[in-house]
């Protein structure tokens, strides 16, 4: 009995320990996949923004139109030509390297320091019968001589379309094509726009713009994707005797 009484007994904590130590690598190993999973969803969101990004930058740079020209034509009436310019002849074409672009989409902003109209292309105003036999000339005849049209919508004449994809009730542009977009800033009515200019003879109703010799011109050409293109110029201070006035560049 002596001996029994010294003996002394420990208490025994290394398995507590362990299995502390265990616990918190559990929990690290949580907080890490977690955090792995975060950090790849985030991730994953990042590229798909930049992807997009990237791809909307490169459409903004590469889909830019091309204004190459514009010419004034002017109107004949009783009284002889026009004092103004009553029709604008814009030849458009793309940017090397440009995406296709659908005229369509495009809105055109044309001011004169005095009013500022608004214009889409005339398919918008959807009146079916403006492209009968894919007509242009029928559209642009329809456009001058309703004022409503006038106001609000220009026409589009093919000049070069290489692939033959280029159609009135579908205008996209390709790289190569060219066109001719017709705007209307006649501004008084019932003249005439001379038939060997436009290849139609149509009256001419009043749009409110008035480009008189030195009027300030700003044409703004915005398309559904891309960077907007701005013409701007100054009529002559004369038009003399010449029906086609060039104006730009």
């Known amino acids: 009995m002596k001996a029994n009484r010294n003996i002394q007994l420990t208490k025994d904590t290394e398995g507590q320990v362990g299995i502390g130590t265990l616990i918190v690598f559990i929990a690290m190993v949580l907080v890490a996949a977690v955090a792995a999973a975060v950090l790849i969803q985030t991730s994953g969101v990042l590229q798909q923004r930049a992807q997009q990004t990237g791809s909307e930058a490169t459409q903004e740079v590469s889909s830019n139109l091309d204004i190459k020209n514009i010419e004034g034509i002017r109107s004949n009436g009783t009284s002889g030509l026009s004092p103004n310019i009553?029709?604008?002849?814009?030849?458009?074409?793309?940017?090397?390297?440009?995406?296709?672009?659908?005229?369509n989409q495009v809105i055109a902003t044309i001011t004169d320091g005095r009013q500022t109209n608004t214009l889409s292309y005339i398919q918008q105003a959807d009146d079916s019968s403006l492209y009968d036999n894919n007509d242009w000339k029928k559209a642009l005849e329809e456009m001058l001589g309703n004022e409503t049209y006038a106001r609000n919508y220009f026409t589009v004449q093919e000049i070069r379309d290489e692939d033959q994809s280029f159609y009135q009730d579908n205008p996209v542009m390709n790289t190569g094509d060219l066109i001719n977009i017709y705007i209307s800033t006649a501004s008084i009515d019932d003249n005439q726009v001379n038939h060997s200019i436009t290849g139609v003879d149509s009256s001419l109703k009043n749009t409110g713009m008035i480009l008189e010799p030195r009027t300030s011109v700003e044409i703004v050409m915005t398309p559904e994707a891309g960077a907007t293109t701005i013409a701007s110029f100054v009529t002559p201070s004369t038009y003399g005797v010449n029906t086609i006035v060039k104006l730009y560049p």
Do not use: E, F, K, T
């Open 86 to 103: 009553d029709l604008l002849r814009l030849q458009v074409g793309l940017q090397a390297g440009s995406s296709p672009v659908d005229i």
